[in-house]
């Protein structure tokens, strides 16, 4: 089936760097990407949507400038946490869906632990 | 946002017996997804259903949809230890994005 790989899979950083998290379909082909976060024992709130080639789309409350995404191929999106605080420790969690299927599910990486120190 | 409601939100229950799941929706979609998550990975889809299906079968799973309750229940028949996992379902309205449920958190005790 397809496979959605995300890397890394646990990060801990300090306080004000930057942090990037690559998601990469692996046997198909996505023009759009999700991102996710998740807190503990809750559900995925979508961030934003990552469209390959153009601007991404941010859900409301979500500051495009500290969670910068960039979609420079079909197989390839990013999301870097900038100047990292601790309240942005989080599980965050890409998805994608292949291009030449209608109706299809979403798959997903295994998601990335991110720890602020 | 989160338009789907899960309930309950934790289920405990035996190896062997069913565990049913119900998701509630607020608008009108093209399909709607159950997806699993074990703890600390990423979600595992699970089966979809369309709009125009009331009932899909996967194994031991079986879905139900009422597209005039806005509603969805998720049955894992004869479960085993190895299905405790927190469970969603997603609705599908633009073909596009997907908008999760808030999840029920299944245990099952062997």
């Known amino acids: 089936g397809a496979v959605v790989s995300q890397h890394p899979s646990r990060v801990i950083c300090k306080s004000g760097t930057s942090v990037k998290i690559e998601c990469r379909s692996l046997?198909?082909?996505?023009?759009?990407m999700f991102w996710y976060r998740q807190f503990p024992k809750q559900s995925l709130m979508l961030m934003a949507t990552s469209n390959e080639g153009s601007k991404a789309t941010y859900e409301q409350g979500v500051e495009k400038d500290k969670f910068l995404i960039n979609h420079a191929s079909l197989t390839l999106s990013t999301l870097t946490v900038t100047s990292a605080h601790p309240e942005d420790s989080s599980f965050y969690i890409c998805s994608a869906r292949d291009i030449g299927l209608l109706n299809s599910p979403l798959h997903f990486g295994n998601g990335t632990r991110l720890t602020v120190t | 946002s989160q338009q789907g409601e899960e309930d309950p939100q934790a289920l405990s229950i035996q190896e062997g017996e069913n565990a049913t799941m119900n998701c509630s929706y607020k608008?009108?979609?093209?399909?709607l997804q159950w997806y699993r998550q074990n703890s600390g990975r990423g979600l595992v889809h699970l089966i979809l259903?369309?709009?125009?299906?009331r009932e899909k079968h996967s194994g031991r799973l079986r879905v139900t949809l009422d597209t005039s309750k806005k509603s969805s229940s998720l049955l894992i028949t004869a479960s085993r230890a190895a299905d405790t996992a927190s469970y969603f379902c997603?609705?599908?309205?633009?073909?596009?994005?997907?908008?999760f449920g808030g999840g029920t958190r299944l245990m099952v005790k062997p």
């Open positions: 046997d198909f082909q996505a023009t759009t």
């Open positions: 259903i369309r709009s125009n299906e």
């Open positions: 608008t009108s979609i093209n399909n």
């Open positions: 997603a609705t599908d309205n633009a073909g596009n994005m997907l908008t």
